[in-house]
Nanobody
Framework: QVQLVESGGGLAQAGGSLRLSCAVSGSTISIRTMGWYRQAPGKQRELVADITSGGTTNYADSVKGRFTISRDNAKNTVYLQMNSLKPEDTAVYYC???????????????WGQGTQVTVSS
């Protein structure tokens, strides 16, 4: 059973920083793209940032220069360093991974449970 476990959300003041982590367990998986999405109340879920297996990153315009996505392949973990936080960054943040299962040779998209990030002004 694949499970993505997120940590690191919480409350921050505007201008502050938070770091999110998301890890997946499993020795017979190969992780393709890793990403972070967020959903604010009354809004659709949107891509924040993603990173390919080769390390190519992509960011939403609203977070460029403030957020940094990175991955540790040895730990099957993706991180999101969030600096210069703004109240409009308040949302539930979800990690997403595209996994390749080496035994069945199948691919699937999986999501974390979500972690709340609240930025006060």
């Amino acid at each position: 059973q694949v499970q993505l476990v997120e940590s690191g959300g919480g409350l921050a003041q505007a201008g502050g920083s938070l770091r999110l982590s998301c890890a997946v367990s499993g020795s017979t998986i190969s992780i393709r793209t890793m990403g972070w999405y967020r959903q604010a109340p009354g809004k659709q879920r949107e891509l924040v940032a993603d990173i390919t297996s080769g390390g190519t990153t992509n960011y939403a315009d609203s977070v460029k220069g403030r957020f940094t996505i990175s991955r540790d392949n040895a730990k099957n973990t993706v991180y999101l360093q969030m600096n210069s936080l703004k109240p409009e960054d308040t949302a539930v943040y979800y990690c997403q991974m595209t996994l390749f299962f080496m035994i069945s040779r199948s691919i699937g998209n999986y999501w974390g449970q979500g972690t709340q990030v609240t930025v006060s002004s």
